[in-house]
């Protein structure tokens, strides 16, 4: 049972208040009312539930607290502070500051103790649902290692976005019984109340998708420790409590309402809510010693834990994700199908690799061969059908990526990549390793036509900042991009594969390199650079062209991000100065513009007819791509 609640905790949640009224107020800009509203929540969570050490925040034994609501940012560094991760009252003072500890909104890799990057509602309540299954999963597979819950504070927004319909949905079909959300139901939003947009029953919905569900006043803690209490002990199902709070609790004039939401009170309501509040009107960032002491207290709850967990487990129990040796290539192949043999051989050297499919997984080729599927009866499972909830799948996939001790990809095909977007970039800007897996990827797949066929696709991947996007030629550019995609720790891949069979004509070693020439010339007149399907285009446009005595190189580039990231002297290997370049890919040419000056492509929907039909229909050839070369050449 909880401990009893101690005489200062009043003072507690009101310094917790005091101390989001006043970085809002120095940084003239952030969400003071979410936090005044839900510091009773946190510190029943913190002071009596969570299992955390601030001085070992990687402890991979931890409970995960995931602030969905990062605009609630100011909560979170307060209990991080408060409880003594390595924050400080300064670090609160200069919060939302260039080089601060104290963004915005929270970021993993930049707050100690931050977990992950929220702020885009609906996705910290999704990819805490990937956390939960990963810690089912190593429980089970390494009995006595993991034993530990996650958190959630989930706001009206993230309730209300379809991505958590999606996660708590599956959630629910997975029982994932060590789940507890708090949902601060304070009724208002950015607009106003919630009753303009907003009047499904929240609790029978989620009741619908198999949670237990409660519902308690959010600034009473005992009930709120009840609650959890009781969620605990529930065993077959997640948990979401309700919890009736009231924004900007404490401040007179604005409390209650969506102007408590998302700037600074002012002075003089500030003044207003210290008094209410019983917090000193002369001072700001006010902690004293006994509301300290009691968080420095609950910071060390678990201290004696964590040493006996590394004394027993040791410092370093992640696993290494592996891809077996090249396999033969000898025929033809879609790369979607060498794709299914990279991700067999990976699961075949790595026990914590899952794979999963938003109900593709025969035509993305994701399954793991033999393997069960991942489910409450079976939480080793290792394939993931996560139903057709590719937005979901893909914040749960990266919550698996997050937890540690796993590696999860997931596919689809690349025209629903865009249902992925958001939790793409967040892993991206979470320097989160997830594996994308997209086939489908061009008018390549043919007959399904232009609801199903990719053309912008591609080129929008690359554009988001530190997404390392494969498109390989080949079975063997195939194999160097899983290699490549496994062994980087610092952000996601996603590898862009085809229906459709391709002949086999690369090289694995220099395709790990992003870019290399797959026909060489000591003096070239033109470049052909093609991705994935189109690198047999520009091959035999070289043909076309060296029997009229052109020398053509041609260049496979399966990853832009890889090949940029090489050095200048070898860059000029492959694209030799000033030798003009053309660029055949089927899909939009804007961007191609980086390296090409000619650029054969598709700026336009495609087709439902069979895919060289449309090739040639659309002048994706080897024809086409010689014309540009000529007419480059003979201007040059
Ligand atoms: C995907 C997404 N859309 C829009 C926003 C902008 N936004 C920030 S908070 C918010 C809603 C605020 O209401 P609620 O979630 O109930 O939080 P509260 O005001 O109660 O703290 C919105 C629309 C966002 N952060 N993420
Ligand atoms: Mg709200």
């Not at 790595?350 to 994701?366: I, P, Q």
């Amino acid at each position: 049972m909880p401990n009893a609640i101690v005489a200062n905790d009043q003072l507690c949640v009101n310094v917790i208040r005091g101390l989001a009224m006043d970085a809002v107020e120095a940084a003239g800009s952030g969400h003071p009312g979410m936090p005044m509203g839900c510091a009773d929540i946190a510190h029943v969570l913190w002071t009596q539930f969570l299992k955390y050490d601030p001085r070992s925040p990687e402890w991979p034994d931890r409970d995960r607290f995931v602030l969905s609501a990062g605009h609630g940012s100011m909560l979170l560094y307060a209990m991080l502070y408060l409880t003594g991760y390595d924050l400080s009252l300064d670090d609160l003072r200069s919060f939302r500051q260039w080089g601060s500890i104290t963004p915005g909104h929270p970021e993993n890799g930049i707050t100690p103790g931050v977990e992950m990057a929220t702020g885009p509602l609906g996705q910290g309540v999704s990819t805490a649902v990937g956390m939960a299954v990963a810690e089912r999963f190593l429980r089970h597979s390494a009995p006595g290692m993991y034993d530990h819950r996650t958190y959630v504070i989930a706001s009206d927004g993230d309730l209300m976005e379809g991505i958590s319909h999606e996660a708590c949905a599956w959630a629910g079909h997975q029982a994932l019984d060590r789940l507890t959300v708090l949902y601060d139901d304070n009724r208002i939003t950015i607009d106003g109340p919630t009753s303009l947009a907003y009047s499904e029953d929240w609790g029978q919905r989620m009741e619908a998708y198999g949670w237990h569900v409660q519902k308690c006043e959010g600034n009473d803690r005992r009930a709120v420790a009840d609650a959890i209490q009781a969620a605990i002990e529930v065993t077959d199902r997640p948990s979401i409590i309700g919890c009736r709070t009231t924004i900007g609790y404490g401040s007179p004039g604005k409390g209650g309402t969506s102007s408590a939401h998302g700037a600074a009170l002012g002075a003089s309501e500030v003044l207003a809510a210290k008094e209410q509040l019983g917090l000193p009107t002369d001072l700001t960032f006010w902690v004293p010693v006994e509301a300290l002491e009691t968080y420095r207290k609950a910071g060390a709850r678990s201290s004696n834990e964590r040493e006996e967990w590394y004394a027993r487990w040791g410092d370093s129990p992640s696993p290494t994700f592996q891809l077996g040796p090249l396999p033969e290539f000898p025929k033809p192949e879609a790369t979607r199908n060498s794709s299914g043999k990279a991700i067999a051989s990976i699961a075949a050297g790595s026990e914590t690799f899952v794979s999963g499919c938003a109900d593709l997984a025969e035509s993305v080729k994701t399954n793991i061969p033999n393997e069960p599927a991942q489910s409450a009866s079976n939480p080793t499972g290792r394939n993931l059908f996560y139903g057709v909830r590719e937005h979901g799948m893909a914040a749960i996939s990266n919550g698996i990526n997050l937890h540690g001790g796993m590696r999860s990809a997931c596919g689809t095909f690349l025209v629903f990549s865009d249902y992925c977007r958001p939790s793409i970039r967040l892993a991206a800007l979470m320097h989160c390793p997830s594996l994308f897996v997209f086939s489908h990827d061009s008018i390549g797949l043919g007959e399904d036509g232009p609801t199903h066929q990719p053309v912008e696709h591609v080129m929008s991947l690359r554009a988001i900042p530190n997404l390392d996007v494969w498109r390989p030629a080949d079975g063997a550019e195939t194999w160097a991009a899983w290699g490549a995609a496994l062994a980087r720790v610092t952000g996601p891949s996603a590898l862009v594969l085809t229906r459709q069979s391709v002949p086999q004509l690369g090289d694995p070693t220099k395709a790990a390199l992003g870019g290399y020439a797959v026909r060489s010339e000591e003096r070239p007149q033109i470049v052909l650079v093609g991705t994935g399907s189109e690198v047999q285009v520009a091959l035999r446009a070289a043909e076309i062209l060296a029997a009229e005595g052109h020398a053509a190189q041609v260049v496979s580039l399966p990853c832009w991000e890889v090949f940029e990231r090489q050095s200048p002297e070898y860059k000029a290997t492959v694209f030799p100065e000033s030798v003009p370049i053309v660029s055949v890919e089927a899909g939009t040419t804007l961007g191609w513009q980086k390296y090409a000056r000619a650029s054969v492509g598709l700026d336009h929907f495609g087709a439902s007819a069979p895919a060289e039909r449309l090739y040639r229909e659309f002048g994706i050839t080897a024809e086409a791509v010689a014309d540009q070369a000529r007419r480059l050449i003979s201007s040059s």
